[in-house]
């Protein structure tokens, strides 16, 4: 299953993100892919919010991870830029990561090789002009579920 969006003002990114909040399982991967710039951050910065978190959020770029703990879900927002070896994933606690319930938020997925999860839903952000494109696939039952929730807008 697959859905195309445009973006057309710089709020949508977020928009976009506080749809999938509404409509997010106590459980999934998400992975977030695009340029420098493209809006991923954005993106989750809009689901963050939505969930009821109203600290900073910020690209885990040095860091590679980011955990917030809203109400009773735990979300892990990683930004793999700038992993050079997938094998670093195990040194940051990734195991940690998996164990229970979580939302996995991944920038940059395809540095993680096959080391983690397959993803349930795909969103590749492009721009396009002034505007952005989000593409949204599923890959999963519970990615397709998410995307069944989501608005037609």
Not at 10 to 28: E, H, K, N, R, Y
Not at 136 to 141: F, I, M, N, R, S
């Amino acid at each position: 299953m697959t859905r195309k969006r445009w973006l057309r003002q710089p709020q949508a990114t977020a928009a976009l993100g506080a749809q999938l909040a509404a409509a997010l399982p106590v459980s999934c991967r998400i992975d977030l892919s695009g340029a420098l710039g493209a809006g991923k951050t954005t993106l989750v910065r809009g689901l963050l919010r939505a969930l009821g978190h109203t600290g900073p959020v910020r690209s885990p770029t040095y860091t590679l991870i980011e955990l917030y703990q809203v109400a009773d879900r735990r979300l892990c927002h990683l930004d793999l830029y700038r992993l050079s070896d997938p094998e670093e994933l195990e040194y940051i606690g990734l195991r940690d990561l998996l164990d229970g319930p979580a939302v996995l938020l991944v920038e940059w997925p395809e540095r993680a090789g096959n080391v983690l999860p397959a993803a349930d839903l795909a969103i590749a952000l492009s721009v396009v002009e002034t505007h952005r494109l989000a593409h949204l696939v599923a890959h999963t039952p519970i990615g397709s579920a998410l995307l069944q929730r989501l608005p037609d807008n």
